[in-house]
């Protein structure tokens, strides 16, 4: 899909650039891209240094006179040394913005080649720019704009090279604005709106970034003498310094001085629009009865025509009454021709219009599911991926360019989001390893990281389902192969000249066995499965192995058994027979006496023995 890229406002160094915050609004950016130095212009708008992004180099137009506002003297640009794919990725709460940009050539590289690329925004095609830039383009340069909802914390604004062109990009300008602006209510959150031309008849460019005029939402409006068409050439135009009622309101806020002037005409009212086919386009009308000789309803009526079908009947009056705003919007739905044809038809009175506004509603491509983009930046940033493979902004989206250099993706089951399908960066150079976010990559069916410098050990969430090949040869990985790969369905698995040690899961072996491939060679660590070498019944990996804890667990536990037996024999059951405990005192008197009784007996006994060894007559020990 070809974007027109608007060069409504290329003029732009006639004019001064500013943004003022919407209220209740207060989150904004104005990025002097190129730039290493912050500014304040006339306005006080302060202007960062460029930063959020992702690679390039600067530089600084071939006639800095020519332009008069500091951020549009210089730019960044992105050579093909930096990748395909580069971005500006900038933190934001979520909401809706409106995103400016400013880019120009002026042949500052002196190659006199304007350059082909394109830019998206929340991975979504938003403009393409085609060599040769029309003169004007080329020298003066053009601001772009539009209005997107970010939702996941972050501004992703992407460049994508076409051939070896850079991309350039001199300022970028983010406001956040109403979230209901311009009828999201109806049209939901899942469109861009890509300005294709923002009109203001009767008046001159105006607005932030032109003149002091203010619009809340950093909109710029310009003259539409260059889009009237026929006799409406001659249009009369009309201006008042009067109040318009009904103006600065939410969700559009719509200024003031937008109603202050428009174009009359006695007879049919036509303008031609350039546009590109297939798309549709959100159309605002914008009308106040600033004329006082206009006194009551029906003196002045109009039909509303769209590629000549009629939309609406307008009766300002009747509707809002004098010097009030009235808008109306309208969507023509896939048009099929690059011109949109609006006409003003009159029914009483001359038509009149104060501001048209024409947008495309450029449906958001489908990104990468979130948590895989979450895996891939990990891998991004675990890998080492150098800056030349472009991996920026999201991997898959948009679908219009080629995903992450060594990336395929596909849509998911449902239709919802893009998943990563394979990896393939094999001698690419790279010094990392491999996070274990890779478990996130459930559709994950190819991945080869062979010939490269990785080390570290293999994570555990390279076990996927899905994984059927997996090339991980010469590296550096260490450790053993994870037992989570033989939940995997792989069919071809090289392992061969790392570092690896450990028995080797039967399980993977059978890949080979089941008429797949699997090569472990030049791992001398390995063991357990032929042509390997047994593995050591207690050693393994340099340390003790599953089966040695088992067997040194097991003597731990008989060796605890049998000492609490033998503590249970020779000391609980043996208290159990000796009563080691202390006598009543009288107890212990009788006792002493009758040991004292016992010795005395044994004593005489000994003494008439000894008198019957001698001979003498024996007395009886108890004479009674």
Known sequence: ????????????????????????????????????????????????????????????????????????KTLRYFPLSSGKKNCYNIPLPAGRYYIRTFTVYDNYDGKSHSPSFDASVEGTLVFSWRSPWPESLTRDGAYSDLFAFVKDGQLDLCFYSIATNPPVIASLEVVQIDP??????????????????????????????????????????????????????????????????????????????????????????????????????????????????????????????????????????????????????YTEKNLSSSVLNVKLSPVAGAPLICGLENYAMVPADLATVPEQVVAMKALKDSLCVPDRMGWNGDPCAPTDWDAWEGVTCHTNKNGTGLVITQIELGSQGLKGYISEQISLLSN????????????????????????????????QFSGSIPESLTSSNLQLVRLNNNLLEGRVPEELYSVGVHGGTIDLSGNKGLCGVPPLP?????????????????????????????????????????????????????????AAKRNRYQRQKSLMLLEMESQHAKGLPSVPLNPH
């Not at 106040?288 to 939309?311: H, M, P, Q, W, Y």
């Open 1 to 72: 899909m070809s974007f027109l890229v608007l060069f409504l406002l290329s003029l732009a160094p006639l004019f001064h650039s500013s943004s003022p915050l919407p209220y209740p609004y207060n989150t904004s950016f104005h990025i002097d891209c190129g730039s290493s130095t912050p500014s304040t212009d006339s306005y006080n708008i302060s202007w960062l240094p460029d930063k959020f992004f992702t690679g390039g180099s600067t530089s600084v137009v071939s006639e800095p006179l020519h332009f008069h506002l500091q951020h549009e």
């Open 180 to 329: 209901l602006s311009y009828n999201s209510a109806q049209t939901g959150d899942s469109y861009i709106l890509v300005n294709y031309g923002r009109l203001s008849p009767g008046s001159s460019q105006w607005g932030p970034g032109f003149t002091s005029d203010p619009d809340a939402f950093g909109r710029s409006w310009q003259s539409d003498s260059d889009y009237r068409a026929g006799k409406s050439e001659s249009a009369k135009v009309i201006t008042t310094k009067e109040k318009i009622t009904g103006t600065e309101k939410a969700p559009n806020y719509f200024p003031m001085k937008l109603y202050q002037s428009a174009v009359t005409i006695e007879g049919r009212l036509e303008y031609e629009l350039p546009v590109d086919a297939k798309l549709d386009y959100l159309l605002w009308f914008h009308f106040a009865e600033i004329d006082s000789t206009v006194k009551k309803a029906g003196e002045r009526v109009f039909d509303v025509l769209v590629n000549d079908k009629n939309v609406s009947r307008v009766d300002i009056l009747k509707e809002v009454g004098s010097f009030a705003a009235y808008s109306l919007n």
């Open 444 to 475: 994950l069916i190819n991945l080869n990281l062979s010939t490269n410098s990785l080390d570290g050990t293999l994570p555990i969430g390279l076990g996927l389902k899905s994984l059927a090949r997996l090339d991980l040869s010469d590296n």
């Open 534 to 590: 047994d593995c050591p019944l207690f050693w393994e990996n340099g340390r003790l192995s599953k089966g040695g804890k088992i067997a040194i667990g097991l003597s731990c536990f008989l060796f605890v058994a049998v000492l609490l037996l033998v503590i249970y024999l020779f000391c609980i059951r043996r208290g159990r027979n000796d009563y080691d405990f202390g006598l009543p005192s009288d107890l212990i008197s009788v």
